[in-house]
């Protein structure tokens, strides 16, 4: 090889060495071509989004990119659920924001034509006038760059909220929500009617049920509500799985509408589906079918992780089959 060859192949992994500076820089993190393993990342409120055209599944995380003060929202690739690749960066917070503290538990949907991302966003400033609320987000694809409607939330600005999540009854959007037990101390899950674009709330919320409601949680003097994820089963029961503790274990529990409608009323089952420290789960389909269960696990920082379980739809409730975790 003569030397022309050599400084030719200097300044290709100099300029390599570049890209992947900017890319950490950018990110936080640095990407990993070959793929990592779910058990390799620390996730918390995790949400997978199938896109069955491109037949992607799409990891959607809150991450904190350093040196910025600010917070954004991440997504991870993956043809098979085993290796994922990224974090691609779909949003960041602005400057002038009126929420400047750390996003959580975003979730992406697909309606008429548009993406959109369900997030939580915090407020640390006194002069702020909502310091917890669920924010909805808009994007051509699930690539990003999504943006704000309002510079504030959709949820009331007088309640603290978050984890949105979303359903479609009759035609109507709407979005279903905790209000925080740390205001009210027995939390709630609220749902709340959107205009057709998701622009914003069309009416008040409505409680659904109150996290002392379920059996399984026991009595004690607070009750926590998280993560809302709906699911309609193979007989049509509309059905809610929703995160609480147990003792100090973290556990999801199944609820089912007795009206088959998101305004219930809502009946809680005795025994959780998931009580072993792991919770704020979601259900979604593989492309092969398969009815999966999304859950992290523990639930103690650093050490959460996204959890992969094979769920079985018996019509009138669910049950894990077996773990699908990948090492």
């Given amino acids: ?27 936080g993190f640095a990407q990993e071509p070959a793929g990592v393993a779910l058990s390799q990342i620390r996730l ?25 003060s600010g917070t954004g929202v991440s997504v991870f690739t993956s043809k098979d659920l085993e290796l994922w690749h990224g974090p691609f960066s779909v949003f960041d917070l602005r400057s002038d924001d009126w929420a400047n503290g750390k996003i959580w538990a975003p979730e992406m949907h697909f309606y008429n034509g548009k993406y ?33 409607f309002n ?14 999540t979303f359903w479609v009854e009759d035609g109507v959007p709407y ?16 749902m709340l009617r959107l205009k057709p674009d998701l622009s914003d709330a ?4 409505k409680v659904l049920f109150k996290g002392s409601d379920a059996p399984w949680t026991g009595r004690r003097e607070t009750y926590v509500t998280d993560g ?9 029961e509309l059905m809610m799985i929703w995160s609480s503790f147990i003792g100090r274990n973290y556990a999801t529990g199944v609820a089912v509408s007795a009206s088959g409608r998101l305004e219930g009323p809502w009946v809680q089952q005795r025994q959780p589906l998931f009580d072993k420290d792991g919770g704020h789960g979601m259900i979604f389909r593989k492309f092969d079918g398969t009815l999966m269960l999304l859950l992290h696990q523990p639930n103690q920082a650093p050490n959460e992780r996204a959890r992969l379980f094979e769920l079985e739809d018996t019509g009138d409730s669910l049950h894990i089959k077996s773990s699908a975790q990948t090492k």
């Fill in 1 to 27: 090889m003569d030397k022309r060859m050599k400084n030719l192949g200097a300044v290709f992994l100099w300029v390599l060495a570049g890209v992947s500076a900017v890319w950490q820089s950018e990110t």
């Fill in 44 to 68: 918390r409120d995790v949400f997978i989004f199938p896109e069955a055209a491109t037949r992607t599944y799409y990891l959607v995380t809150s991450v904190q990119r350093p040196p910025h």
């Fill in 116 to 148: 959109y991302l369900f997030t939580t966003f915090n407020a640390s400033n006194a002069a702020a006038s909502i310091k917890r609320g669920t924010v909805i987000l808009a994007a051509n694809s699930p690539m990003g760059p999504f943006r704000e």
């Fill in 151 to 164: 510079n504030r939330s959709h949820t009331p600005t007088n309640e603290l909220a978050l984890d949105g």
């Fill in 175 to 190: 979005m279903v929500y905790c209000h925080e037990w740390v205001q009210i101390k027995d939390g709630t899950i609220n």
């Fill in 202 to 205: 069309d009416g008040p919320p």
């Fill in 228 to 236: 809302p994820y709906l699911y309609q089963s193979k007989s049509g």
